[in-house]
């Protein structure tokens, strides 16, 4: 070496951020499939975290399946609150509410979040 520090380009701090990001996304994700796990549904991941796209101004998508009305929504507020309080805003949506189009790029798409990594 010359004696000289080097430092990291912005492009490579970037690169850690969002990876570090990425991390805690799954993370808090494992947290709130758990959560969904208990009371007898699926947890979908969708959007930009399984599309290759999540940067740093990213939302968590994410659908509640498999559960009865009402149980339902109680379990995807219990999800919001679980991913919010880890740093993350989100859309958390209930099966029974999504439009059919969503519904199909979910089903083409989606992912649980054991399968992101």
């Known amino acids: 070496m ?65 559960l009865p009305e009402g149980v339902d929504s109680d379990v995807a507020l219990d999800v919001d609150i679980a991913l919010r309080r880890a740093g993350f805003s989100a859309d958390v949506i209930a099966e029974r509410f999504l439009s059919p189009s969503l519904k199909e790029r979910i089903d083409r798409n989606g992912r649980e979040p054991s399968a992101l990594g």
């Open 2 to 66: 010359n004696g000289m520090t080097t430092y990291p380009s912005y492009t490579e701090l970037r690169a850690r951020r969002l990876a570090e990001r990425r991390r805690a996304a799954l993370e808090a994700l494992r947290v709130a499939d758990a959560r969904v796990h208990e009371a007898g549904g699926r947890l979908i991941v969708f959007g930009s975290l399984v599309e290759g796209r999540f940067d740093e101004r990213s939302d968590i998508d994410v659908a509640v399946c498999g």
